[in-house]
């Protein structure tokens, strides 16, 4: 069983309670450089001291990148080179060491892609990674989770597109993508023991190990239609997933949010809400949802 607590008063519900250190928020001022214009969609990752923005859409897609340093303050735009990446938003964005894995996404307006790069961040230099022949391939998407752990990166779910049907197609398959040869990367898809998730896209996913050094990969909320507030659990060493019992004031159903782990704690902020009031909060919300309001609530889930 897993806890649920809200920043602003804490709630228990049968289960242990559980001690929150103090929280405060600091606006970054006097930042200095070339900002990035407003955008969404977009992916950032954090290599020491850099955070590394990419892509995004506002009138357009972005392709150029921008690297803040949090140490001076200082916002600058990288000459990047090679087989430069086309903008993309909704996309998959992680960090091995000194490289960045992009894959899918929103490249055109309508148009979605299936299509690995690789940023080398020594030298900010784009390489296309052309996946193994003979191995499965995902379809194009967007709003999928991609995470990194170890020398593999789990890719969950996302919004397919229907050349000829007027309904989207959510998904939730299980790609692993192995990076550990540097000539060419492999997709897998490997067997799911027992039902998975529901469909979804936008949805938040984090790598987290147990007490026991036991790797998991565990899901939250999303969008099917309706948003999404359930909890999901990976085992990677059983490849089986398991839905969460979670106890205290969850938050309400969301997309477009994000999760960070620190500790054992999973912070979940903002995300695109059902514009009802909290206390009719549930798992999924009904068919004919129509109203949302974007939050700026924050929520830790003690792990």
Not at 8 to 14: A, C, F, G, M
Not at 41 to 68: C, P, Q, S, T, W
Not at 129 to 157: A, D
Not at 279 to 298: M, P, V, Y
Request: charged fraction near 20%; proline fraction near 7%.
């Amino acid at each position: 069983m897993v806890l649920f607590q809200k920043m602003d008063k804490r709630h228990t519900l049968n289960c242990r309670e559980s001690k929150l250190p103090i929280f405060k928020w600091s606006r970054v001022m006097n930042t200095a450089g070339p900002h990035p214009r407003p955008r969404h969609g977009h992916r950032a990752v954090a290599i020491k001291d850099l955070m590394v923005v990419f892509g995004g859409g506002n009138e357009g897609l972005h392709e150029g990148l921008y690297v803040f340093n949090t140490a001076s303050g200082q916002w600058y735009e990288p000459p990047a080179n090679g087989d430069a990446s086309p903008g993309r938003a909704a996309f998959g964005f992680v960090v091995d060491g000194t490289r960045i894995i992009a894959f899918g996404g929103m490249t055109e307006y309508g148009q979605y892609s299936n299509d690995l790069y690789e940023l080398q961040a020594t030298r900010w230099e784009w390489r296309y990674l052309e996946p193994r022949p003979n191995h499965p391939l995902p379809c194009p998407r967007l709003g999928h989770s991609f995470n990194l752990l170890g020398n593999r990166i789990l890719m969950f779910g996302g919004l397919a597109q229907n050349i000829n049907e007027t309904q989207p197609r959510y998904l939730n398959d299980l790609f692993i993508l192995d990076l550990r040869d540097n000539g060419t990367v492999a997709w897998e898809m490997p067997r799911i023991n027992g039902p998975s998730p529901p469909p979804r896209e936008s949805h938040s996913a984090v790598t987290y190990q147990d007490m026991f050094g036991r790797p998991k990969l565990i899901i939250y909320g999303g969008m099917n239609g309706n948003r999404l507030g359930d909890l999901w659990t990976l085992h990677i060493d059983t490849m089986q997933w398991t839905k969460e019992r979670v106890c205290g004031k969850a938050p309400l159903p969301r997309s477009l949010h994000s999760a960070t782990v620190m500790g054992n704690r999973m912070f979940v902020f903002g995300g695109w809400v059902p514009l009802i009031s909290d206390d009719k909060s549930t798992d999924t919300f009904f068919a004919n949802e129509r109203e949302w309001k974007c939050s700026n609530q924050l929520a830790c889930l003690n792990l």
